[in-house]
Structures are given as structure tokens and as C-alpha cells.
């Protein structure tokens, strides 16, 4: 079953009759997952078109998959064009986002229910990272500490600094945004990093580094934007050195119920609302992750829901755009930041129901 709800496409596999429906009209910026009749079905890629006027292939498989799950995958065109929106959307906002919030672009960790002023929503933020390497059991002890460190989705280098000057390590940031890596360079020289901490522009599905090159791998709220999440956490792991700690943190949609074969219809819509104005494609549950990590044979594989941990981070950020200084900067922006600004209330939304869920997931590479 077809976890969407709009007019469909019907695919087949070899001579087999139809075992799934693709949506014709979803957002090219979005996969689609569903469950295939026959969990028999062999681990091969078939190719078929999808969307109103579609000419590119799209790719299906259950390689690698539980329960007979067919993952499409979209054609490199459409991957570039979702690449292309999110790093337009970044070189866009990143400006604005560290005048008002400052170097972290991601959510503050938080007691739940606090109620907290800006400075210490940056402290919150301070404390996402701190307690992602607690969470994660990075040794506090010296002669454990990484020594090389990747950022995957890196922003301007916020949590690469902070990790490099906290483990006096090396750090290497990779982001789509031309203005985030030079933003982020920047940054680095200006508080004596240079010789430490590195920015460049990089595809997280094919990341230029050899294999086993770095002891943690840290991506902090980027697998959300990651069209094909299995690539995404491959690469993750391969690039991981034997031993290394792997931290993910990121949105998440709901576990689905033992019952369920997909959300419900206002969840889809709610999700696809959000994946139109920040370049996102289709969401996955903190559970579809830990399957993946687990068919890599990762070890210490945990995950945890930290949602009442960042209640109050999106109010914030809404609070600080309607200030003077926010909104004037807001409408010089663009509109694909200005789009954002108008669409965080569905975020709130989202966390409100249940529907989204802040999840934190680590793992570790067998040695």
C-alpha cells in the first residue's frame, strides 16, 4: 500500500502484475515508500515515470529491506533541482538567521516547558551539541577524543568550531551553500580555526573524502533534506573510521503503529506543505533510520524522541521575526526566506500533534 493519497501510477516489476501505486502528482522534491505485496520481491531496480508530463526515470528496489519495502528514488535531475532549491534557500537566509540567532543553525536544547530569552536560546543551542555528544557517549576522557571530525549539512560552522576547539581536533564542514562555506571559512579565520576547521561546498550522498577518514561523523539537522536516506547514512558510514561514533540528528515523522502501513491523510498533507517551502523531501521515522543503520552492521545503534527537549525553539524563532530588526531583514531577504518565515507556524503544527518528532539517533562502526 501506497503511503500517499493522491491519483496514482501503476508500477510492475518483470511479468508481475501491479504491485504498488506511485502518486502522479507528489512534489518532485519528494520520495515515496511503500509496501509491496510480495515480500519476496527480488532485490533488482526497475525504472518507470511518474508525475503529470514526467519524462525521468525513477527507480525502485527493496534491496537492503525488512518487510518488502520498495523505495523510489529520484532521477539525478530531479536531485539536482531539489539541491539547487536548497542551497538558493540557504545562501538566501543564512544571513539573516546569524544576525538575529547567531553561528548555530539548529534547535536549542531546552528543560520542557522553560521559558527563555534569546541569549538563552543560543545557550540552548550550545546545549543540542553537548547533549548529542552525551547522548551518543563520547568519552570525556583525553586519550579517546576524536581527532577528526565531519559535518554534514554544516551551516556556517557552528558545531564544527565548537567540536574542533572542545576536542582539539580537525574538522572538516560540507554544505550545498556556497555563501554557508565561505560564511563559514570566514568564521574559522576570524577566531584563529583556520589551521583546524575547513568549509567546502559538497554532496552529502557523494562525499569527497576516502573511506574511514574520520572519527566522528556528526550531521545535525541535515538528513531531513537528504532525498535518498539510505545513500545518505552509507556514506555516513563510509567515510566513519573503524570505531567512530556516528550522530544524527534530525526531523523525523511519527513511528508508524504496528497496524499502520501509512500516516493519515492530513499527515501526508501537513509534511508536504513543509517539504514545498524548505526543500525537503518525503520524511522518515527515527525507526526507518535505525533499519538502515542496522542492515550496515552498525553497532550500539540507539535512538530517542528529544521533541519536549525543543518545544519551545520554533515560537522563538517566530517571536524573533516579528521584531523591527527581524522583519526588515526578513523583506530584503528573497521570497524563498520570506516563504519560510510565513510557513513555521506549520512546524509548531506538526510538533503540536505529534506528527513530527525532533530525533536524535547515534551508532558506532565495529572497530
Known sequence: MLSGGWPSHPVSVGNMATVARIPTISPVS??????????????????????????GPIRASTAGTERGEMVLEQHPKEEKQLQMGIAEFYDESSGIWEDIWGDHMHHGFYEPDSTVSVLDHRAAQIRMIQESLRFASVSEDRTKWPKSIIDVGCGIGG??????????????????????AERANALAAAQGLADKVSF??????????????FDLVWSMES????????????????????GATIIIVTWCHRDLGPAEESLHPWEKDLLNRICDVYYLPAWCSAADYVKLLQSLSLQDIKSEDWSRFVAPFWPAVIRSALTWKGLTSLFSSGPKTIKGALAMPLMI?????NLIKFAVIACRKPE
Not at 564544527?160 to 554557508?180: D, E, H, M, N
Not at 567546502?200 to 577518514?213: I, S
Request: proline residues 9%; charged residues 20%.
Open 223 to 242: 538528513g531531513e533534506h537528504m532525498p535518498d536516506k539510505a545513500k545518505f547514512v552509507g556514506e555516513l558510514a563510509r567515510v566513519a573510521a573503524p
Open 349 to 353: 503544527e506538526g510538533y503540536k500533534k
Open 30 to 55: 519528494c520520495i515515496q515508500t511503500f509496501r509491496t505485496q510480495s515480500p519476496q520481491l527480488p532485490a533488482t531496480f526497475i525504472r518507470t515515470r511518474v508525475g503529470p508530463g514526467s519524462r
Open 200 to 213: 567546502q561546498v559538497a554532496d552529502a550522498l557523494e562525499q569527497p573524502f576516502p573511506d574511514g577518514q
Open 159 to 180: 558545531s564544527s568550531r565548537y567540536l574542533a576547539k572542545k576536542f582539539g581536533a580537525t574538522s572538516v564542514g560540507i554544505t550545498l551553500s556556497p555563501v554557508q
